[in-house]
């Protein structure tokens, strides 16, 4: 039973960061790919940054390219997201999700695709 739990969300200032932490548990065998989500009011839940389970692979989303880096440490099961120079366009919910991939698998951010997800945490930027 896969479980995702964000956490570290906030408020902060334009220009701030923050890390954003979800914690895994239950993808036994290690072969998923991984993304993060955002969903600002208003708008559809947009996929900003994924990582696959081979080392190295990762991919952003235009907007945050250069300031946001997705990461994954797999001696505690944890997806990280560090953000820097935030924006104010940056507010919104954001979510971990997860999806079974192989080592031919692109890193894609269809929200249909992705299986498991977590419940969120809100980051707000003023």
């Known amino acids: 039973h896969v479980q995702l739990v964000e956490s570290g969300g906030g408020s902060v200032q334009a220009g701030g960061s923050l890390r954003l932490s979800c914690a895994t548990s239950?993808?036994?065998?290690?072969?998923?790919?991984m993304g993060w989500f955002r969903q600002s009011p208003g708008k559809e839940r947009e996929g900003i940054a994924g990582?696959?389970?081979?080392?190295?692979?990762?991919r952003y989303i235009d907007s945050v390219k250069g300031r946001f880096t997705i990461s994954k440490d797999d001696t505690t099961n944890t997806l990280y997201l560090s953000m820097n120079n935030l924006k104010p366009e940056d507010t919104g919910m954001y979510y971990c999700?997860?999806?079974?991939?192989?080592?031919?698998?692109?890193?894609?951010?269809?929200?249909?695709?992705?299986?498991?997800w977590g419940q969120g945490t809100q980051v707000t930027v003023s």
């Open positions: 990582i696959h389970y081979s080392p190295g692979r990762t």
């Open positions: 999700a997860a999806r079974v991939c192989y080592y031919g698998t692109s890193i894609i951010f269809s929200a249909s695709a992705f299986d498991y």
């Open positions: 239950g993808m036994t065998n290690g072969r998923y790919c």
